[in-house]
Every structure is written in structure tokens, then in C-alpha cells.
């Protein structure tokens, strides 16, 4: 099979002009061609007066050698890449050893889990939240009736943080050895669109991830695998083997169960701040890391998709309008878009009580009324929050408590409409655009939430974003406060066999340990680390 890419149709071509322009591309007969698929599927709407599709394509072709040897020099005709996953490893039916632990059931603990089951390892996950549908009612307490649960919300739970997202599924990593395409491969299984293969920004939507997770945990059940809800790692315990090396040996539940064990894979998430805290009181090298802080801003969609597909606004094979921007301001702060959603909602995304942060999600149609996005401050621990590894964890938490706070203390979010913003005096009044924050706003004066820098930053970067989306500085944009959980404040630190620096058995994992940012990532680093762990049960099976 051969794939080319580059291989540009209008908008609204009819499906036979893929395969014309297949047959034109390679300069074949139609008999030639036996058959094709789409691998991949963009479009380019950077001039909106020429939006285009932009394909790769596989195709199987009669007499293929002589037609990759005419297009030898072409970089956009090539053989398929093999994007097939193999495993690295596999248990012995007589495997006795240990059962790997995973702690934490979200993107990344869940590929773990999957990985090492699939694998034939029957591991144990633990997280400390509750099964998805009993947290999407905890859930839907803070944001219908501001109820939070601090155990069983947006951030924790089975799932974890992407469950009630807009579920984007593509990310920048290098990835030679196309995992990303094993997790796409294991979500459309567990029930996503299959279009996720083929898109090139794909997303799925709240309502469905909750289900695919729940296929999911039946599909490791099904190996061997045991889910454990409600049980919140309290404590690690480490011996001192005879070479000083320190080593795992056990876990604390907060049911008080010491559990012995071999590896721990640990999948915590960005937000568990107080299980940072122990490791770091355990010794767990533990380090601080850049991350951002600033807002939620809300357009109504029209206005984005005007903005970017012009005429083509409303095309239904284009769908709702996305944007990335970013900016590098005078005062040496780089402002830029996080986790955009276009046709979604902003969301009360705190896990700790007494404190306010927002995050975005929508449903697959992304069809609600607003696009909203992330703008934030990209900050780091030499300049913002010198010391101590968890320094970082002690900002968030301070802006966050000063967002309650400004918020009236009932968990709704501090706004303010984009011009008072710019103009620096509090919002009395909404302007045209309704923001969807639930449990709802109180209208006032942002910069008594964020940093100074990060305030002057924001002002300057808005402006520069009104030049690139007509409409973006618009008075009436709404503002919701705060954003302060972009990625992980800390980095627990591992070495090149994924173990932590100086605790053995102990492998951090994903968003949480500082090794991925977004769902897909996460899960890509769940099955290098279910890898590592792999192997390591095996040497020490063979060593036995
Ligand atoms: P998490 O998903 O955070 O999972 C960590 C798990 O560990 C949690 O289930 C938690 O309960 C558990 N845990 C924590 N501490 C303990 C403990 N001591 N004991 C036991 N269990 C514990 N990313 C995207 O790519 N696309 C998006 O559209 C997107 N939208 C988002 C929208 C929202 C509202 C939020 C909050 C995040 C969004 N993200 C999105 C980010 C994405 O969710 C995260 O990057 C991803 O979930 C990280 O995966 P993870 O497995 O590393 O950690």
C-alpha cells in the first residue's frame, strides 16, 4: 500500500473526485486502482475565500513497485507507515509475580491499566474518586446547586480530568512509534466516532467519553484487571535496600489498608495537591514547574466562525470554528489560547473547597452558543515561585481562594466584560454576550484575582488577538476567572527506566507527574509507562 498526502479538494467536492484525483496524482487508469482509504482528513481555511480538505490517502494500487519508483523523488508519495501496535511483552500463563498497581483511573492510568491487562498482568486500579456515573451526579452538584464534593468532581474520579471536556484528541508529542494511533484505535472500540482516525483535530464530547470509559473498565475487567473506587492513596511506604537505593514496598489507602506492593504506576493527575505534598514528605524527588495562569473568554460562535471561514461559516462538513493564538508581550510574558471549545461551556473545575477555577468543555455537536477558550500567562518557578518544589501548588491555591472570594463565596466566578477589562474599572453590567459559567458570575473587577504582570500582559495580548480575529477585543467578550490548572505545578521526577529519580518501583506518569499535557498524551504515556512496568515485572520474574 502507498500514502500520499497533500492531496487538496474544494469544500464541497462530491466523493468520486477523491478517487479522480487519486488516479490524476499517481497518473493511473482506473483499473489501476484498486481501492482506497482516507488515513487523514484537514482543512485549510487559512486564505476563508479557498477553504480546502486536505488528504492523506492509502491506496492499493495494481503493480505498485514501478509507481513508488516514479515517484521516488516525491516526499508526499511514500509506502503506508506500519502504525500497527505491537506489544513489548507478555506475562507467562504462569505468571505468579506481583500484580502491578496503578493509582488514578483517568487517560493516562486507564491505557496503563489497559496496556498491562491486555499484556495478561490482572492489574489493580485505584483511584479515589467514584465510577462515572456517580461522579457525574457529584459533578453536576457543584454546578447545579454549589455543592462540591472534594473527592468526587470535574478533576476526580473515573476518567479523571478529560471526562467532562471537549475531549480533543490530538497533541504535538513526537510519536515514531504511532501509539497515539493505539489510543485512538482502543477509544473507537470502546465506542468514539470512528471519524477520530481520520480527522485531524479530533474531539468526542462529554457525553460520550463517559461512556466509552465505562467500556473500557469492562474491557480490563474482562483480562483480569480490578477497578477499586474510593480509594484515595494516603501514603507510600519506602524502604532502604542494602545497596541505599530507596524502594517502594507498600501503599496506604484512606480506608487505612497498607497494601504490599511491586510497581506502582502513578497516574495522579494535575490536581491532587495533597498526595504532591505527601510524596514530597515521604522524599519523593519532587520538582517545581513552569505552568499558566489567566482566564476563560467567551465570543458568541458566530462571531469565530465568521471570523475564520467567512462565507463558509456554517458549512456542515467545517463544523464550529476553532483558534489558537499566542502572543509575546513587552513585559516578557507570552499570552496564548488553552484548550479551546468552540460550541461549549465554561466549568466550575475546582476540587478544593473554598476556591474558584474554570475550564471549558462541550458536547460532541458543539452546538452551544458560545466558543470559549483558555487565555493565559505562561509562568515558571524561577521567576514566579522560587524554593520550594511546591511552591507552585501554594500560588493556584492562592489565586483560587481570592477568586471565591471576589466571586461572593458561593462558588460562582469572578467576570467582567472584556472592555472594563482593557479599561480597568469593575463590570457592572453584561454586554451582548451571555457567559455559561454555572452556577453562575459575579460581575467585577478581574485583576483582583490574577497577578499584576499577568494582568498587563492580558490587556496588551487582547488587543493583538482583535487584530487577528476581527471581533476578539469586543467590549461585550465575557471573561470568567480563574484559570490556574493548565498542566501540573510539579514534576515528580524519572529516569530513562520511567522510575522515579530516587524511589524504585515507583513510575509517575502523565499530566500529573509532568509528562503529558491533554488526554491524548496522558494516555500515550500510560502505555510507555504499562512498558516499562512490563518489562520490570519480567526481569524480575526471570530473576526469581
Ligand atoms: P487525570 O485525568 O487528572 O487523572 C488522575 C486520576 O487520579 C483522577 O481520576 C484522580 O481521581 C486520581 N487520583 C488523584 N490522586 C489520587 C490518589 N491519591 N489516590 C487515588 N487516586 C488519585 N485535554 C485534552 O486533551 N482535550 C480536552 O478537550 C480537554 N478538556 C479538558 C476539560 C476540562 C474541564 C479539564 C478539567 C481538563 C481537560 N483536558 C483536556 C485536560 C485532560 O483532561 C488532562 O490532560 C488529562 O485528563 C490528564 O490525564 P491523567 O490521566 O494524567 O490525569
Known amino acids: 500500500m502507498l500514502r500520499i498526502t497533500e492531496l487538496k479538494l474544494p469544500l464541497n467536492h462530491p466523493e468520486e473526485a477523491l478517487a479522480a484525483a487519486i488516479r490524476d496524482r499517481l497518473r493511473i487508469t482506473p483499473r489501476d486502482l484498486v481501492r482506497y482509504t482516507v488515513a487523514r482528513r484537514a482543512h485549510d481555511a487559512r486564505d476563508k475565500m479557498d477553504i480546502h480538505f486536505v488528504y492523506s490517502v492509502d491506496v492499493v494500487v495494481k503493480n505498485e513497485a514501478p509507481v513508488l519508483a516514479r515517484f521516488k523523488r516525491d516526499r508526499h508519495v511514500n509506502p503506508t507507515p506500519d502504525t500497527g501496535y505491537r506489544f513489548v511483552a507478555r506475562a507467562p500463563a504462569d505468571y505468579s509475580g506481583p500484580r502491578p498497581i496503578v493509582v488514578g483511573a483517568g487517560p493516562c492510568g486507564l491505557f496503563a ?28 452538584g457543584l454546578w447545579r446547586r454549589s455543592e462540591l464534593n472534594p473527592e468526587s468532581n470535574v478533576q476526580f474520579g473515573e476518567g ?34 470512528p471519524e477520530i482516525l481520520t480527522e485531524a483535530h479530533p474531539h468526542i464530547g462529554t457525553f460520550r467519553l463517559v461512556t466509552m470509559v465505562e467500556a473500557m473498565r469492562a474491557t480490563v475487567e474482562s483480562l483480569g484487571g480490578e477497578y477499586r473506587f474510593q480509594q484515595r492513596v494516603d501514603d507510600v511506604h ?25 510497581p506502582v504506576v502513578l497516574a495522579l493527575g494535575h490536581s491532587a495537591r495533597d498526595t504532591f505534598h505527601m510524596l514530597h514528605e515521604r522524599g519523593v524527588h519532587l520538582e517545581a514547574k513552569p505552568f499558566s495562569i489567566g482566564v476563560r473568554i467567551e465570543h458568541p460562535q458566530s462571531w469565530i466562525d465568521d471570523a475564520r471561514f467567512g462565507p463558509c461559516a456554517g458549512h456542515p462538513d467545517l463544523g464550529a470554528a476553532a483558534y489558537s493564538l499566542s502572543h509575546h508581550c513587552k513585559n516578557g510574558r507570552t499570552v496564548y489560547s488553552f484548550c479551546m471549545c468552540p460550541g461549549g461551556t465554561v466549568v466550575a473545575a475546582t476540587s478544593e473547597p473554598g476556591r474558584v477555577a474554570t ?104 488587543v493583538a488577538f482583535g487584530r487577528e480575529i476581527p471581533g476578539y477585543d469586543h467590549p461585550d467578550a465575557v471573561m470568567t476567572g480563574v484559570e490556574t490548572r493548565t498542566s501540573s505545578p510539579v514534576r515528580i521526577t524519572r529516569g530513562d527506566d520511567f522510575q522515579s529519580v530516587n524511589t524504585a518501583g515507583l513510575y509517575p506518569a502523565g499530566e500529573g507527574a509532568g509528562y503529558a499535557g491533554g488526554i491524548l498524551s496522558a494516555a500515550v504515556d500510560g502505555i510507555k509507562i504499562a512498558e516499562a512496568v512490563a518489562r520490570d515485572l519480567l526481569a524480575g520474574a526471570q530473576g526469581a
Open 359 to 462: 475550564n471549558g468543555m462541550s458536547q460532541y455537536s458543539r452546538n452551544e452558543r458560545n466558543a470559549n477558550s483558555g487565555i493565559v500567562v505562561g509562568i515558571d518557578p524561577a521567576r514566579d515561585y522560587p524554593g520550594d518544589p511546591l511552591a507552585g501548588i501554594a500560588l493556584q491555591r492562592y489565586w483560587e481562594t481570592r477568586a471565591f472570594e471576589v466571586g461572593g463565596g458561593d462558588y460562582k466566578a469572578p467576570a467582567q466584560r472584556l472592555g472594563d477589562f482593557l479599561a480597568g474599572r469593575p463590570s457592572t453590567r453584561l454586554g451582548s454576550v451571555i457567559p455559561s459559567y454555572r452556577p453562575g458570575v459575579q460581575l467585577t473587577d478581574l485583576a483582583e484575582c490574577l497577578p499584576d504582570f499577568a494582568v498587563t500582559a492580558m490587556r496588551e495580548a487582547l
Open 113 to 140: 491499566g489497559l496496556i498491562l491487562a491486555q499484556m495478561g498482568f490482572r492489574p489493580i486500579i485505584l483511584d479515589r474518586g467514584k465510577l462515572v456515573r456517580e461522579r457525574t451526579k457529584d459533578t453536576w
Open 238 to 262: 519506602v524502604d532502604i535496600a542494602a545497596d541505599g537505593r530507596r524502594r517502594l514496598t507498600g501503599l496506604t489507602l484512606q480506608t487505612g489498608e497498607r497494601i504490599d506492593t511491586g
Open 160 to 193: 479523571g480530568a478529560g471526562t467532562f471536556s471537549d475531549g480533543k484528541l490530538w497533541s504535538q508529542i513526537k510519536d515514531p512509534r504511532y501509539l497515539g494511533r493505539k489510543v485512538l484505535t482502543e477509544f473507537v472500540k470502546a465506542g468514539a466516532p
